[in-house]
């Protein structure tokens, strides 16, 4: 069973920022497709971010140049660095996996099967 664990986030003004990370023994995340998705009260999960294993990076229009998705692989880690962090952007984020893709990375949860256990993000104003 692919565990994927997450740290990071918490609570922040809006105007700043957050780091998430998520890792995981069972996988080498620089081989798959990777994403950060979120989920806000009452609304469908979204992806944010998605990182093809060499290197391409696509974002959702609400969060581009304020986002970036990275990997370190030595340590074999996801990063979602979050900056000028508005109100919208509250929510539970979820790393994720794709294990049958590693480039085209797509933008429908269906196709990550392996997901971080979640992490609130919470921006006041």
């Known amino acids: 069973q692919v565990q994927l664990v997450q740290s990071g986030g918490g609570s922040v003004q809006a105007g700043g920022s957050l780091r998430l990370s998520c890792t995981t023994n069972?996988?080498?995340?620089?081989?798959?497709?990777l994403a950060w998705f979120r989920q806000a009260p009452q609304k469908e999960r979204e992806v944010v971010a998605r990182l093809s294993s060499e290197g391409t990076e696509t974002y959702a229009d609400s969060v581009k140049d304020r986002f970036t998705i990275s990997r370190d692989n030595s340590k074999n880690i996801l990063i979602l660095e979050m900056n000028s962090l508005k109100v919208d952007d509250a929510a539970m984020y979820y790393c994720?996996?794709?294990?049958?893709?590693?480039?085209?990375?797509?933008?429908?949860?269906?196709?990550?099967?392996?997901w971080g256990q979640g992490t609130q993000v919470t921006v006041f104003s």
């Open positions: 069972k996988l080498t995340l620089s081989n798959f497709c």
């Open positions: 994720a996996v794709d294990p049958d893709r590693s480039a085209q990375c797509g933008y429908w949860d269906g196709w990550y099967k392996f």
